[in-house]
């Protein structure tokens, strides 16, 4: 089995071809792989942020979940990769070949996708901001979600997306399912929550001030106080360091 003292050692060699690796939630981050052979390999949960991972061959590869913040991947060839859910925030796509791949609820946030082969890649739920660079042409579909200031995102699933740092001052997400969702250092001040789904959700340090939260789910939610308002409302929640008591409004 391919540990990562092995492919460190492989790597070192030269050695550049790792064909279905399981390297289920390995931490990549900031590694070297130009170039590497890593067709239909398991990279589910992995970390890959900041890798450089420029014309390598991930055919058929396996990278839900994955993190590829601030990834390097031009040229590459992504064709039928999994990426669901997967974090490609501020990554560097351009001119990789992501035809077929499946894309459902990735986050492209400031991603740069020009000239990629985008040919029927399944792209529902795929979050992106106005810094988000598409391929020329590209015609951006109603299933994807942009992320922006006063946006309507009502009712929109969410959960689990790794959202951290993004300006959403004013959005309305009444009723938007965004369980277990990475919110950290995100701005949600004057956004409308109600009735939204926020059970598990990362909100340390995210701004919530003057935010709606009239019938929202904030049980086993992650919180600190930085930028509440006496007048924001919190019910169930736990804190970081310390068991804080139920809230009623």
């Not at 039928?80 to 492209?108: F, I």
Request: net charge neutral; with cysteine; proline share 3%.
């Amino acid at each position: 089995m391919l540990t990562l003292a092995s492919l460190q050692s492989a790597l070192a060699t030269g050695h550049r071809d790792f064909p279905q690796a399981h390297l289920v939630g390995a931490d990549l981050s900031r590694w070297n792989l130009t170039r590497v052979q890593l067709g239909g390999a398991n990279l589910t949960e992995a970390n890959l942020s900041r890798v450089l991972l420029g014309n390598s061959d991930l055919t058929a590869a396996v990278l839900d979940r994955a993190n590829l913040l601030h990834a390097y991947l031009r040229q590459s060839n992504l064709h039928r990769a999994s990426l669901q859910r997967a974090t490609l925030m501020l990554a560097d796509l351009g001119e990789a070949d992501l035809s077929e791949a499946d894309l459902r609820k990735a986050n492209l946030v400031g991603a740069n996708l020009q000239f990629c082969n985008l040919t029927n890649a399944d792209l529902r739920g795929a979050i992106y901001s106005d810094g988000t660079q598409w391929p020329k042409g590209f015609q951006r579909k109603a299933s994807l979600h942009r992320l922006a200031p006063s946006v309507c995102l009502s009712g929109v699933d969410l959960s689990g997306a790794r959202l951290t740092g993004v300006n959403l001052r004013g959005a309305d997400l009444s009723g938007a399912n965004l369980e277990h969702a990475d919110l950290w250092g995100a701005c949600l001040a004057q956004a409308n929550l109600k009735g939204a789904n926020l059970q598990g959700a990362n909100l340390l340090s995210t701004d919530l001030s003057g935010a709606n939260l009239e019938h929202t789910n904030l049980l086993q939610a992650i919180i600190d106080f930085p930028h509440r308002s006496e007048n924001t409302p919190l019910v169930g929640l736990r804190g970081p360091s310390r068991s804080l008591p139920s809230l009623t409004y």
